[in-house]
Each structure stands twice: as structure tokens, then as C-alpha cells.
């Protein structure tokens, strides 16, 4: 098969198309051949060798794909519900960047009816990553206020669709006025440029004084501090990446005294099962809304596979609103 391998840890440019061995389906997995194949922030992060591959997992970069199933364990397949033919997407935890790849069956959903195989590509990472946090852990329920960090990214377009979706108000964050605009298109309440206004201070001053009941931060540092200070009492801070930074200095008399909650995760090392349970929540309570128009893919540009590396410039240049994917 063809695939994108990380050559050595570095600029855009390590990455190669290569042949590579065809992988093989083992107990409890799927083999798809790949449509295509999402592009994410953590890629970027593994090709530079700043986030390692879990134990077991392929070296190829890619944690998103979608096409159609072609083998399969016979007995795994039959209990999700599905068959050799059909179209599928999966989130996996590496081997995504290839014409073929192997998913575990739990980790496979349907495409969503009147989806592309592109489409369908850019959802797994993002939607497993904003239900898991924001629903799950930050408990974010309608009525709520949701501040999303990163509008824009395939992160915040997803987790603002979401929450307005399930009746939340959404305040977003964005580095200009254009990705203001656009998170406001995609439905988000408010939307705050972090260059130009004080975040903090403009979130206390939107929802009169009282806060966020659920925070998405994707930055930590000396973030942190700061959405703590506008957080609702009993607020829920949930971190999902640290990109400015792993340090924070905090007042902790004021978690205590509002009874905020300081939470965060990653979701490539969990176990299968952990994964699944997230898809059959995704199937069950937001597959209905991309069927029904009511949440949307939001793809930025689709570059052919042989591609990769301009993909991945493009991405750390953060001029994109919403999704880059990879065809094959």
C-alpha cells in the first residue's frame, strides 16, 4: 500500500509517500481502505517527535480515516452491526496517513447518511475529542454557557456546533476579526479576538458577571489563571492541550470558595473500550444531528495525499477555519 511516513522528526518536509506492507485485520478489528484521512494537530506534534506513539501502535502518522471496510473478523463485525462493503469512519491511534488501515470495530461508526468519505474523514478526532470533554467530563448541560478557546480550529468548530446543538450558549475565542465572523456563522453567541480584547474580562462582561459553566481550553500556561477568574461558580475548566505551555500558577482559595473544578485529558492512549463507548454515544446522540443538517463537517481545503506536508504547513500556519484532510 501507499502511505505518509515520518522520515525523522522535523519540518513538514520528513514527511514521505512510501510503500509499505498491507496491514491485516486482527481479532476484534477492521481493515478499511482509506478515502481519506484527517489532518490533525497531534500529527504535527508527532512528526516533530513531541508526542509518541502509544505502545502497539502503527509509526505512521494519523488518527482519522474514512472509506469502506474490506476485511474484517468475522464475529466483531457482525456484532457492530456492520458488513465488508459498507462505509465506515474510525478513530485509531496511529496508521491513518495509508491507503489501508486497521481500526478496532468498537472505534467504527457508520458514515452519517448524505455524508462524502471526506466529509466523513474529518469528524472521528474532533467529535470523539468534544463529546468525551465537553459533555462527559465538563457535564456541560443546556443553558449553560460553553467559552471555547480556538474557535476556529477542527476543535472549536466542532465543540461550537455541538453545544448549540444540545441548547448551550457558546462564547468562542479567535486570533482576528474574520474568524470572529466565523465562529458567529457557525453558530457560536459571542465570539471574543484574544488579541484585542482581554478574554477574561469580556466573558464576565457577556454573561453578566456570572461566567463560564464550562470551559474548553486547548492553550493552559498562563491561561489557566485567567479562565479561572471568569469561570461560573462550580465551573468546570476541562484542558485538552497545552500549547502554551505546561506551567500555571493558580489561586487556590478561589477554587475552593466557588468550587471550580480543574480538569483535562487525552484521548489517544485509552483503551478500546473506553473509545467505543464514546462512539456509541456519538451514534446514538449526535449522528442523528449530522443526518439532520444540524451540525456540519467543516472542512478548510483537501489536499491529495502525496500532499501531506503542505497540509501540515498550512495547519501550523493556523490560517484555516475548521478541517484539512488528505485524499487518496
Not at 462524502?116 to 474523514?121: L, M, Q, V
Not at 467530563?137 to 466542532?158: A, M, Y
Not at 459553566?213 to 461560573?232: F, H, K, Q, T
Not at 485509552?270 to 463537517?297: D, H, M, S, T, Y
Request: aromatic fraction near 4%; charged fraction near 20%.
Amino acid at each position: 500500500m501507499k502511505a505518509i511516513e515520518i522520515a525523522s522528526y522535523g519540518a513538514p518536509e520528513v514527511l514521505r509517500a512510501v510503500q509499505r506492507p498491507d496491514p491485516v485485520a486482527g481479532p476484534g478489528e477492521l481493515l478499511i481502505r482509506v478515502a481519506a484521512s484527517g489532518v490533525n494537530r497531534p500529527d504535527v506534534l508527532q512528526r516533530k517527535g513531541q508526542y509518541p506513539v502509544p505502545p502497539g501502535a502503527s509509526d505512521l502518522p494519523g488518527l482519522e480515516v474514512a472509506g469502506t471496510v474490506v476485511a474484517a473478523d468475522a464475529a466483531a463485525l457482525a456484532a457492530a452491526g456492520l458488513a465488508v462493503g459498507d462505509r465506515v469512519c474510525a478513530l485509531v491511534a496511529g496508521g491513518g496517513y495509508a491507503e489501508l488501515c486497521v481500526a478496532p470495530v468498537g472505534q467504527c461508526l457508520p458514515v452519517p447518511a448524505g455524508l462524502t468519505d471526506i466529509e466523513a474523514a474529518s469528524l472521528p478526532e474532533t467529535y470523539f475529542t468534544v463529546w468525551s470533554n465537553v459533555f462527559e467530563r465538563g457535564r456541560l448541560q443546556s443553558g449553560e454557557t460553553l467559552l471555547v478557546q480556538g474557535g476556529t480550529s477542527g476543535i472549536g468548530v466542532t465543540a461550537i456546533q455541538l453545544a448549540k446543538a444540545a441548547g448551550a450558549v457558546v462564547i468562542a475565542t479567535a486570533g482576528s476579526d474574520d474568524k470572529c465572523a466565523a465562529c458567529t456563522a457557525l453558530g457560536a453567541d459571542h465570539a471574543i479576538n484574544y488579541r484585542s480584547a482581554d478574554f477574561s474580562a469580556e466573558v464576565k462582561r457577556l454573561t453578566g458577571g456570572r461566567g463560564a459553566d464550562v470551559i474548553l481550553d486547548m492553550v493552559a500556561g498562563d491561561y489557566v489563571a485567567r479562565e479561572l477568574s471568569c469561570l461560573a461558580d462550580d465551573g468546570r475548566l476541562v484542558i485538552i492541550a497545552v500549547q502554551g505551555g505546561t506551567k500555571a500558577e493558580i489561586d487556590a482559595g478561589q477554587v475552593l470558595r466557588r468550587r471550580l473544578t480543574i480538569t483535562g485529558s487525552t484521548l489517544r492512549p485509552r483503551p478500546v473500550a473506553f473509545k467505543a463507548a464514546i462512539a456509541q454515544a456519538l451514534k446514538k446522540n449526535v449522528w442523528p444531528w449530522l443526518e439532520a443538517g444540524r451540525v456540519k463537517p467543516v472542512i478548510f481545503k483537501v489536499f491529495p495525499a502525496a500532499e501531506a506536508a503542505a497540509a501540515h504547513t498550512l495547519m501550523e500556519s493556523n490560517q484555516h477555519v475548521g478541517k484539512l484532510v488528505l485524499q487518496w
